[in-house]
C-alpha cells in the first residue's frame, strides 16, 4: 500500500504533502458529519433532545479526546521508529497501542455504564425531567461504543504516522453512510429518538473498528497489526514500549481531557440558560467543528512530517517543515471563516430552532468566525507540532494553566458578572486561545522542542 514518504534529503515534497492531508480534510469532515447529523436529524424531535444529546455529546468528547491522545502517543513513537528505520519496533508500538487503547476504552465504558444516572446528574441539574431522561438514554448507548471508537482511533493514527490517509479516508467513509442511514430510519420513522441516534452511532463505530482492524493486518505495510496465532503472548503488554506511548500520549490525554472537564464545569453554566439557549450552544458547537477542518487536517498531517523527520534526526528540516504546515493551516481556516461570517444566519436556519434562539447562535458563529482566522492557528496548529516531537509536557502544562486561568474563571466572570449570556462562554474561550498561541509559537521559535527525546 503506498505511502507519502520523505523526499530524500528528508523533507516531504509538497506532492507528498497535498497527497497526504487531502484525504485527511476528507476524513475529517466526513468524521465531524457523525455528531452534526445527530445534532441535526434530532432536532426534529424537538429542543429537548438537541439539548439532550449537545450535553452528552460534551463528555462524550472528553473521552474521544482522551482516546485520540493515545492514539497521537502511539502514532509520534511509531512515527519516529519509521523515520529511523526500524520497522520492527514500528509495528510494536502499533500492537501495544491497540491493546492498551482497547483496555483503557473497557474501563471506562464500564465505569460509565454502571453511574450513567448519576453523571449526567452532576453535569445538568437545571434541565426538565424529559431532557435528564433523554441524556440518560443517550449517554447509555453511546458509552458503548467507546472501544470500538478506541480501536479506531488507534489505527487511523497508526495509518496517518505512515503517511496513509487514503484508507482512515475511505473507513470514515463508511462511518457516516451507516450512521447517517441509521439516523434516518430510527430518529423520525421508527420514533426512537435520541436513542436512535445512539444506536446508529454505536453501529457506525464498531463498523469502523473491524474496517480499520483488517487494514491494519496487511504486512506489505511498514507499520502494520501481525496475526494472533503467528505470536506466542499476543496479548501480554510490553510496558516499556507502552512507557514511550504514553510519555506522549499520557500528557496529551491529560491536556485534552483536562481541557474537556472544564468544558463540562462550563456546561454546568449553560444548563443554567433557558433551553433555546442551550440549543443554540449545541448548533454553534456543531457548525464551528467543521470551519476549522482543513487547519486541523493539516494538524494532523505534523504526526507523519514532524515524528518521521525528528526520528531520522533531521531536526532542522522539521522546523521548515513546521512553518510551511502552519502557513498551510492559515491558507486552510479563512475560507471557510469567512464564510461562515456572512452566511451564519442562513446556516443557523438549516436546525429547527427556535427563534429564541437564533440571534444569539448567528451573534457567536460571527465572533467564532473572526477569531478563527486570526488565532486558531497557533492556539491549535503548533502544538500539534510540537507533540509530533515529542514535546508533549509543555503543550499539556501551557493548556491546563490556561483553562484554568482564563476559560474557567473567565466564564464565570463573564456571564455572572456581566450578564453576557453565551456569548460570555464563547468570549472567554477566545481568550484562552490567544493566550495559548502566544506560549506555543514562543517554544516553536526556540531549540527546547526538537531535543526532545522519545525513543
Known sequence: MKRSSPAPDGAFSNRA??????????????????????????????????????????????????????????????AQYLGRGDRKNACTAAKQLMLSTFALAMAVTAVIAVWHRQIIGLMDNGSDLSTLNQSCTYLLITVFSYPFLGIYNGGVG??????????????????????IGGNALLIHPL????????????????????????????????????????QKGYFRFDFAMIRRIFRVGVPNG??????????????GIITTFPTAIRAANGIVNSVSSVVNIPGGAIGLAAVAVIGQLVGAGKTEEARRSGKKLMGLMYLGVFPMNAALFFLAEPVVRLFSLSEAGIPAAVEVLR???????????????????????????YTMTVSIISMLVLRLAASYALV????????????????????????????FRGNKWLQKKVI
Not at 497508526?158 to 450512521?179: C, E, H
Not at 452511532?201 to 493486518?217: E, G, K, P
Not at 491536556?255 to 463540562?264: C, D, I, P, T, Y
Not at 458578572?417 to 495559548?436: E, T, V
Open 158 to 179: 497508526l495509518l496517518r504516522a505512515m503517511g496513509n490517509s487514503k484508507s482512515s479516508m475511505w473507513t470514515s467513509i463508511a462511518m457516516n453512510v451507516i450512521n
Open 367 to 393: 465572533v467564532y468566525a473572526v477569531c478563527s482566522v486570526l488565532i486558531w492557528t497557533p492556539s491549535f496548529g503548533t502544538p500539534n507540532i510540537l507533540r509530533a516531537a515529542g514535546d508533549a509536557r
Open 191 to 230: 420514533g426512537l429518538g435520541v436513542a436512535g441516534a445512539g444506536i446508529s452511532t454505536l453501529l457506525s463505530r464498531a463498523v469502523s473498528a473491524v474496517i480499520i482492524l483488517r487494514i491494519m493486518r496487511n504486512a506489505n505495510m511498514p507499520i502494520h497489526l501481525d496475526s494472533p496465532r503467528r
Open 416 to 443: 455572572y458578572g456581566f450578564g453576557m449570556s453565551l456569548l460570555g462562554i464563547w468570549i472567554a474561550m477566545f481568550m484562552d486561545w490567544a493566550a495559548r498561541g502566544i506560549c506555543f509559537l514562543l517554544r
Open 17 to 78: 504533502l497535498v497527497a497526504l492531508i487531502l484525504p485527511l480534510i476528507a476524513e475529517q469532515f466526513l468524521a465531524v458529519l457523525v455528531g452534526m447529523a445527530d445534532t441535526a436529524m434530532v432536532s426534529v424531535v424537538g429542543e429537548s433532545a438537541v439539548a439532550a444529546v449537545s450535553t452528552v455529546d460534551t463528555l462524550n468528547i472528553l473521552f474521544i479526546q482522551l482516546f485520540s491522545a493515545m492514539s497521537a502517543g502511539g502514532a509520534v513513537v511509531a
Open 254 to 267: 491529560l491536556e485534552n481531557s483536562l481541557f474537556q472537564v472544564g468544558k463540562v464545569l462550563i456546561m
